[in-house]
């Protein structure tokens, strides 16, 4: 919902065309009131979700944004990232098939143009989804900035107000960018928010924060030829919880660029030329700073309260503790979703967040058929760093774990496929209840880690054992025979107990 930086022209001329005809409209009802069952704030992920489910269902509804259309994943997250990911992979696959010292063939690629290359891949992506939010909502899709004026109703910033009997906010979120950091570096501070958008790829790059985005970036530009440093408060990347992995990931990625982590004081200074970063021992000058602290909600400005909505000391909407795993915030019809909610900010739990919270809105309208409305259900937890090798965790994390658990390990040096592979840094870790043998979770350390773990949260979820997944078909060699040895050792760990 917030302000993005533009994209192509061309792009651009879509856009403007596109809102031309909902603009008539606009002036055509600017002084009128829309009425609605449902009014989903936010045309992204989890509010397209949301209108579609509201609109099977039967549902009056209509659907908000002040543009620029776009949801946060196609402009500036997980498909942008990915892109300059796969263009980082090509270009050091290439440097590391040459003989050392010998020099790069005539006509070759170049760093910048598969930068290039993965910016207008985003940019398709963006215009095929703006034609998407079109397609989907028509005439119901509303362009604006809205905010509450009263607990049924919002007005938005063309004049037009919305009544409706509920409300889903999902507005996404804006990474975080601290104030102090904004005013000392000024626009040699960056976020990926606009990190997707330089059109010349840096030449060196300071990152601060290493979770799941941090990484993947210092990863990704390193590869790229940029010169990058990072640090972290945290002891480990990507905020890790299973420490054998925890360590195998830090160990690997601090081999392949210089990195600090577990540093409490980082410090950063404006120098001639961009900026200098110092946490601990490691010392880097930059470009640009890419602060990669993590997303916050864009609720500002929404005046959540004249919806009925209790706030927190900090001003967040409290959610409703009667119903676990409610979406609806407390003492009124607003029910949040995707980025907007309180959770992991993932595109896939984003959607099946705007599916849920139709669900739940329609249910407590309680009309007719719409209060039988069987709610989806939530899915295993899942999330994945792209950092080749990949990071995952499914399931259970290690740090929630019953005591009894019983955990199953497997590295390179004990599987085929990552001896080829030359990967003695491969891990996997699975985690079984002790008194079942049902399978809780895992973590991970591997290339092609994203197959996996899809593979295990689905064991997980449809309550596979230890036993029965001892019955599936592994075929050799593949990385997925990994999980193979890791069962057969929670196997002897549960017949010895």
């Known amino acids: ?92 696959t290439l440097q590391a098939l040459l003989p050392p010292g010998s020099a790069l063939p005539p006509g070759h690629t170049t760093p910048q143009q598969l930068w290039t290359q993965a910016l207008a891949i985003r940019d398709g992506l963006v215009a095929g989804n703006v034609r998407q939010v079109h397609q989907l909502a028509a005439e119901d899709l509303l362009l604006g900035s809205a905010r ?20 889903i906010v999902a507005t996404g979120s804006a990474a975080i960018k601290p104030a102090a950091l904004q005013t000392a570096l ?6 990926t928010d606009e990190l997707f958008y330089l059109p010349e790829l840096p030449r060196s790059v300071a990152v601060m924060g290493l979770g799941a985005i941090g990484l993947e970036m210092s990863v990704a530009l390193q590869r790229l030829g940029v010169d990058v440093a990072a640090a972290g408060r945290s002891a480990v990347v990507a905020k890790v919880a299973d420490p054998e992995v925890a ?9 392949q660029l210089p990195m600090a982590l577990g540093e409490k004081q980082i410090t950063v200074t404006r120098v001639e030329g961009g900026v200098r970063m110092q946490a601990g021992k490691l010392e880097h000058r930059a470009q640009y700073l890419l602060a990669a602290l993590g997303r916050a909600p864009r609720l500002q400005g929404l005046e959540m309260g004249l ?34 909610a309180p959770g992991p900010a993932l595109m896939h739990e984003a959607g099946h967040e705007g599916t849920l919270a139709a669900q739940q809105a329609l249910r407590a309208l309680g009309d007719g058929d719409w209060s039988n409305i069987a709610e989806r259900h939530r899915t295993t937890p899942m999330s994945i760093v792209f950092s080749d090798p990949d990071i995952a965790e499914v399931g259970t994390r290690f740090d929630r774990l019953p005591a009894d658990a019983v955990i199953g390990t497997v590295t390179g040096k004990g599987s085929g496929r990552s001896k080829i ?44 054992t230890v036993e029965g997944m001892l019955q599936l078909p592994y075929y050799h060699p593949t990385v997925e025979e990994m999980m193979d040895t890791a069962l057969r050792d929670m196997r002897r760990s549960l017949q010895s107990a």
């Open 148 to 167: 509450f004026v009263e607990q049924d109703t919002v007005a938005l910033s063309d004049g037009r107000r919305v009544q409706a009997r509920a409300f």
């Open 1 to 92: 919902m917030g302000a993005l930086p533009p994209i192509s022209a061309t792009l651009w001329i879509h856009v403007l065309s596109a809102r031309s005809g909902a603009s008539n409209q606009g002036d055509f009802m600017s002084s009128s009131t829309i009425h609605a069952d449902v009014a989903v704030i936010g045309a992204g992920t989890a509010g397209m979700h949301a209108f579609s489910t509201a609109r099977r269902a039967g549902a009056k509804v209509v659907m908000i944004d002040h543009g620029p259309l776009g949801t946060t994943c196609a402009r500036v997250g997980c498909m942008p990232s990915k892109a300059v990911l796969h263009a980082a992979k090509r270009w050091s």
């Open 421 to 464: 592979m030359q990967a003695p840094h491969h891990v996997l870790r699975m985690y079984a209840e002790r008194s079942t043998g049902r399978l809780l979770g895992a973590s991970l350390l591997c290339e092609g880690g994203e197959h996996l773990a899809h593979q295990l949260a689905w064991a997980v979820q449809r309550g596979e």
């Open 186 to 191: 000024g626009d040699a501070l960056i976020t």
């Open 247 to 255: 360590q195998a990931a830090s160990t690997y990625f601090a081999q």
């Open 307 to 340: 919806a009925g909505v209790q706030l927190d000391d900090q001003g967040r909407p409290v959610m409703d503790a009667a119903q676990p795993g409610s979406l609806r915030c407390a003492g009124s019809m607003v029910f949040l979703a995707g980025d907007s």
